[in-house]
């Protein structure tokens, strides 16, 4: 039953873009495309953000398709619109790959989530690698987990309205190699802060550059690495950077930083602050298959059931850092 009706909502969502306020002239058109059979977690995510799509269409007035059918990437069909969205997935066939290469070329625009900039060494897209601004897929944290992020340029289009960081809802995080921000061309918007290592249980980060928002200047794209889950769209925060990285790349919003002739103009990156979970502090209940960890400077603590595969955060007091500590020696 669950599988029919994300299948019926999927569906219906597609069959009826929404096209803005009646009467009035469309600023821009958007098509989503995702795929139906990918891992489930990135099906509830395309879940989700056809909703969140056609709810910012209708108040943003643009028109906004989607599609599951990958071979709808084409020249024809694509030079209907503006922006390119990729939910959960990217596209498989060569034929499918050079029509999106064109049309980026001659200006079209591209938002990205997640697992949809997914390559590796048997990739064979190198135009993509470089379209990404050189990075390949290298590590990942498991399971998902919400994180602070750092705004690192707090006057682009799609952060300027932004507080200085934020907490993004439960992801799975992942690493590139090079990092985007070696690439001059590359504008880093916003990064893993630092002080969220180590971050995982099963699949552990421990450091590393990780650029979580980005736009590589020589194209009219952004790439996102949230996307896996059901829990993205729960942060109004980041749901208004998803709604201003739309509108900048909107015909409306402006064209590719020509203006900075391709060279990144990335503020400094501000010092680490934030949550840090120690791994002092992380208690594994066997009977329960619970997992706790403490948030020490949030007085906080995750509680991740593997059993039920639901992660909650509960509040156990702001007195002290060693008082969460203390509750963690006592789970």
Request: charged share 20%; proline share 6%; glycine share 8%.
């Amino acid at each position: 039953m669950g599988r029919y009706f994300l299948g019926l909502l999927l569906f219906l969502v597609s069959m009826f873009p929404s096209t803005g306020t009646l009467g009035q002239r469309t600023s821009f058109k958007v098509v989503a495309f995702y795929s139906t059979k990918v891992e489930p977690d990135h099906v509830l995510f395309a879940e989700d953000a056809l909703k969140f799509f056609s709810g910012l269409s209708a108040r943003n007035n643009f028109t906004f398709d989607s599609t599951s059918n990958w071979d709808d990437m084409n020249e024809f069909n694509l030079g209907k619109y503006q922006v390119v969205v990729w939910l959960n997935d990217e596209p498989p066939k060569a034929g499918q790959r050079l029509a999106f290469q064109k049309y980026i070329e001659n200006g079209g625009a591209w938002l990205g989530f997640h697992v949809a900039a997914y390559n590796d060494k048997d990739s064979n897209w190198p135009w993509f690698v470089d379209f990404l601004g050189g990075g390949v897929f290298h590590i990942n944290s498991w399971p998902p987990l919400p994180a602070k992020l750092t705004i690192d340029d707090p006057s682009h289009p799609a952060t300027k309205n932004l507080p200085g960081s934020f907490i993004s809802p439960d992801n799975e995080w992942y690493i590139w190699k090079p990092s985007p921000r070696l690439n001059k061309g590359v504008r880093v918007l916003v990064t893993l802060d630092p002080a969220n290592y180590p971050i995982g249980f099963k699949d552990v980060l421990t450091s590393g550059d990780l650029p979580v928002v980005w736009t590589n200047t020589k194209y009219r794209m952004l790439y996102m690495n949230m996307g896996h889950g059901d829990k993205i769209f729960a942060s109004p925060i980041q749901n208004k950077l998803i709604e201003d990285a739309m509108l900048w790349l909107g015909p409306t919003g402006g064209k590719k930083s020509s203006a900075n002739n391709g060279i990144s103009t990335q503020a400094e990156k501000p010092a680490a602050t934030g949550t840090r979970i120690s791994p002092h502090a992380v208690v594994v209940n066997s009977k329960t298959n619970k997992v706790y960890a403490v948030n020490s400077s949030e007085g906080t603590v995750t509680v991740m059931d593997g059993s039920a595969n639901f992660t909650t955060t509960v509040r156990v007091g702001l007195k002290s850092t060693w008082e969460t500590q203390r509750v963690a020696r006592c789970l």
